[in-house]
């Protein structure tokens, strides 16, 4: 098995384990999609590293994303957030994160989960890209606007093409593993 691994993860052990072991496995689980949506929403404006390195303390504040106890978020929850040191305090990121749970649920109700409705795009197929370098992976993709677009029209809030790109690369329906990275050959 080749070891080279996407040159973005190199050189930071928790970077390399997110690499490693989450960025680009595909996910099914509604919860677990609703999490990294969360957090790349959050990322937005931002390094990656910076929001990684505060992981748990998002899933501490945010009750660990559970989508129900997110969408009950009320104004006295909304303060508490904003004072809490330990994550992004976005005035407009937090609520568009308790909007967008909110949304969620309606997409569940239509559409049975998040993850069909998700993985409805490709078919639930993974796009896989076969990148041989950095500089070609693009911001965005035609399914990113796509997505982006759709999401917009259901009321969800920071949901650009190019968060919306970094998310589907993320939970594994796009695979942009460079071909030289020995996480894109692998079964998943």
Known sequence: MNSIRCPWAEND???????DEVWGVPVHDDQKLFAKFCLDLMQAGL??????YKQENFEKAFDDFHIETVARYDETKFEEL?????????????RAIINNAGRVLEIRKEFGSFSAYLWGFTNGEVIKNNRKTMDEIPPSSPLSDS???DLKKRGFKFVGTTIIYAFLQAVGIVND???????????L
């Open 147 to 149: 997505i982006s677009k």
């Open 47 to 52: 390094m990656w590293r910076t929001i990684l």
């Open 82 to 94: 904003m004072q809490d040191a330990g994550i992004v305090r976005n005035n407009m990121k937090i």
């Open 177 to 187: 593993h460079l071909i030289s990275c020995f996480c894109n050959s692998r079964e």
């Open 13 to 19: 052990e928790k970077m390399s384990r997110y690499h």
